[in-house]
């Protein structure tokens, strides 16, 4: 399976093309973003890749990366696990003092919202085809958020959004 070609459909078709993250569709048209795949099945491994990403986008003074997306489809496939991996995650960017540089956001097949049901539409906004992190840069983000008219309300336009298209469809479209 190509895991890398199946998050750049599902960023293209879902995140782009439902206009989920009005930001996301700059970095993706130019190229901007960087996709590393991590296929082992183990922790250890998955926190040694994501050092590893957070160090190259720290050299990349230039920006030429914009954000990236660390796959990681065979580690912290139950989504309480992986719910509980990101503090470590968060841990790593304290203590690489990259907090207020970088910031990561976080994507699961499975992903709940606390307060949600399982089988809520809202959830699809974050459920991604494979667990991922998502690495973005701080001044990059500021930027698009400047640019916008009314971030405040892009959540909940995304949750009518997803509403409306129903649980169904959005299984369909997330499928991989």
Sequence with gaps: MDFIEKTKSWIQ???IGLNLCPFAGHSFREDKIRYRLEESDSLEKLIETLIEELNFLQ????NEVETSILIHPNVLNDFLDYNDFLSIADAVLVDMDLQGEIQIASFHPDYRFAGEKKEAPS???????????HFLRENIVTKAVQQHPNTEQIPFDNTQKLNDLGLDKLKRMTKT
């Design 13 to 15: 078709i879902f995140v």
């Design 59 to 62: 050299k990349d003074k230039n």
């Design 123 to 133: 959830n699809y906004v974050t459920r991604s085809p494979f667990p991922m992190l």
